[in-house]
């Protein structure tokens, strides 16, 4: 074991460290019930508040002593990380979130399908869009008309339901 | 007996058209998603959780458990053809069964873990027919303390024993149990860890999590590391087991089941434990002239005792969740969220209130694994061209499923932003090695052990040293303690000595 100090061991350990800080603030912020009870509603929150607090502390001192990232072997044998990919994911899942809201289910999920797709390194997006309206207005039918569960109906869908003479939800 | 009158009940409820339709279903799904890298049963059960609002809770929990036994068919596959394992245990069945694949043996491979896992499936659910009962006479005298000390022994044995580090792990378990506290208190009205947000009040959902856990963060993690190529699906060739292959995976498969049950029942919950005890084994009782077999061409007896283990703990696990209402898998957890959502509380009275509903779940085990077999063997080609989708839209189409789960849920964005956010997460808790099952059982159990403290509390008019005087629970202490720092102090003592 080195006695260097892990870096993103480091960044690890704080973050879980500040975690257990924000948990502490919000367990302060816990209104007092006015209700009788031997044992409140904050008292299990300072409780993992506090075990948080502690294990993120022993993770930085173990980040301080070397980490433990060099002894994982995904860690050690990975490549340089794929900006691009994880680029393109999270414009796909951005993409999602923008869309569902204004233009539907359907529409959204194949926007982020086929970004998805290219992130992993698919070439034709035009194919992948092929796949993916289908697909996705496959899935959106069965949910909501065979579960009853609403997954956001937008302009493609609406359209769907006017072609099969159903009314618009 | 009440295993023999209670299992008559079942099967004539699980014979019924529907209920083998649920079956068939459920372990047609799971076989498919246990065989595709990178998503579980869990993150299945998850998504299918909106059919609990439709279908009979009688029908979604054979549908669940065809998922979960499934899963464990299909895993056995992946490891062997494509040596690339799907979840933790089946690690130890792509060591020999790589192999065997390797050099032309992957027929007798995927016959002898079929087989095997059939074997096991079937003495694993005899257990819990046999072995449930008798849990919950057990049970039943059971008070609050002993329970909330039940629940801290789970936590201790799920994330700190097993896995690569105990730190780690509780540090996953405090992260679950911190989301579980999301929400209003149940007991007082009291908005808790809310930051004021209306739309947390409700807490997180589990559902969300999960996929975020699994579905998100695995494909996160996949693009932060991709560097693209296929992996190679190795040919199947004759799916036979020789009259030699039989004897010889004989009696690994019944050591395996053996060995895999008990791991399963204790609420320790892991399936690596038994299958790495099971290939232990089996290296050591292997026939002297088979003996070169292992780690050069493959030997059978490597894959048929683990993989029984595997099939056999996986039976296990669904007797705490029954009998005791405690969830000690990630898929444990997300099946008790469902009896949640149909009011039904898992625990020793669900024999009693629920009996049709668990013998029939039982008898319908029984089904799934004859289905199970019939699907794995003759169909294996099928499954070995869902191998073949390319990652690109394999991991594309999980994302929205992922998508629907979550905005299924309340067609909020917030979900959609918090799914990302706990995805994120997720990602870098792979990077840096934290397990994600801990996380979804703090979830699920945490609020059941705060309720079961409180209870317990006010039962005793506030004095803590309840659960230290009453002989259970200070039992049930002293072994969660001895599990958490017993391996510590024996590591420690080792040193020394040596």
């Known amino acids: ?169 | 007996m009440e295993a023999i009158n209670g299992l008559a009940l079942g099967f004539s409820h699980a014979l019924t058209l529907t209920n083998l339709g649920w079956a068939l279903t459920g372990c047609f799904l799971g076989t498919a998603v246990g065989v595709l890298p990178g998503i579980g049963p869990a993150l299945t059960i998850a998504l299918l959780l909106p059919i609990t609002f439709q279908v009979s809770a009688t029908g979604a929990f054979i549908l669940f458990c065809g998922v979960f036994y499934g899963a464990m068919y299909g895993g056995s596959t992946t490891s062997i053809l494509l040596n690339a394992p799907g979840e933790s245990g089946s690690i130890i069945t792509a060591l020999e069964g790589a192999k065997m694949a390797r050099n032309g043996r992957a027929g007798p491979a995927l016959a002898t873990a079929a087989i095997g896992s059939f074997v096991a499936g079937v003495v694993g659910t005899l257990g819990i027919a046999f072995l449930g009962p008798v849990i919950v006479d057990f049970a039943l005298v059971l008070g609050p303390a002993e329970y909330f000390c039940l629940m801290v022994l789970c936590f201790v044995t799920v994330s700190a024993v097993l896995g690569g580090s105990a730190l780690r792990g509780l540090v996953s378990l405090f992260f679950g149990l911190t989301l579980g506290l999301i929400g209003i208190d149940l007991q007082t009205g009291q908005p808790r860890m809310t930051f004021g947000l209306p739309e947390l009040y409700d807490g997180i959902n589990v559902v969300l999590v999960a996929v975020a856990l699994f579905a998100v963060a695995e494909a996160l993690h996949m693009a932060w590391r991709y560097h693209g190529g296929a992996p190679v699906v190795l040919p199947v060739g004759k799916l036979t087991l020789s009259r030699t292959d039989l004897k010889r995976s004989f009696w690994p498969w019944m050591r395996g089941a053996g060995l895999g049950f008990p791991f399963g029942v204790l609420p320790a919950g892991g399936t690596e434990m038994p299958t790495m005890l099971s290939y232990y084994t089996e290296r050591k009782l292997v026939a002297p002239q088979h003996a070169h077999e292992f780690g050069t061409t493959g030997a059978i007896e490597g894959v048929a005792g683990p993989e029984a283990a595997n099939n056999a703990a996986a039976a296990g696990i669904l007797v705490p969740m029954l009998t005791l209402g405690l969830p000690t898998s990630a898929t444990a957890a997300i099946m008790l969220s469902a009896f949640q959502s149909y009011g039904i509380q898992p625990g020793p009275l669900l024999f009693e209130t629920q009996a049709v509903l668990v013998w029939t779940l039982i008898a319908s085990l029984f089904v799934a694994n004859v289905m199970l077999v019939v699907l794995n063997l003759p169909l294996v080609g099928l499954w070995v061209k869902i191998l073949k989708i390319p990652t690109p839209q394999l991991y594309a189409g999980i994302l929205v499923f992922a998508t629907i789960g979550t905005y299924g849920i309340s067609n909020s964005i917030v979900d959609l932003v918090l799914l990302y956010i706990i995805g994120t997460i997720g990602m870098f808790m792979r990077r840096f090695d934290f397990p994600v099952a801990p996380v979804v059982i703090g979830m699920i159990l945490g609020p059941m052990a705060e309720q079961a403290l409180r209870q317990a509390l006010t039962i005793s008019q506030g004095d803590w040293s309840v659960f230290i005087t009453r002989p259970g629970s200070l039992a049930i202490l002293v072994v969660a303690v001895l599990a958490l720092v017993g391996p510590r102090i024996y590591g420690a003592w080792r040193r020394r000595g040596a």
Do not use: C, H
């Open chain 1, 1 to 169: 074991m080195t006695s260097r100090i892990a870096l993103p061991d480091l960044l690890a350990g704080i973050f879980v460290l500040g975690f257990g800080l924000v948990g502490f603030w919000q367990a302060g912020a816990i209104p007092v019930s006015p209700l009788y009870a031997q044992i409140g509603p904050k008292a299990v929150p300072y409780a993992v508040a506090s075990g948080m607090t502690v294990l993120g502390g022993l993770l930085v001192l173990g980040a301080l002593r070397g980490g433990w990232s060099a002894s994982l072997a995904d860690v050690v044998e990975a490549g340089p990380p794929n900006m691009r990919a994880l680029g393109l994911l999270g414009a796909g899942l951005l993409a999602n979130l923008v869309l569902i809201g204004p233009a539907g289910f359907s529409i959204a999920a194949s926007a982020q399908f086929v970004l998805v797709a290219a992130a992993f390194g698919s070439r034709s997006m035009a194919r992948d869009l092929l796949i993916a309206l289908p697909l996705t207005l496959l899935v959106w039918f069965l949910f909501v008309q065979g579960l009853g569960v609403n997954i956001g109906a937008g302009l493609l869908e609406g359209l769907v339901l006017r072609l099969l003479g159903r009314e618009v939800l």
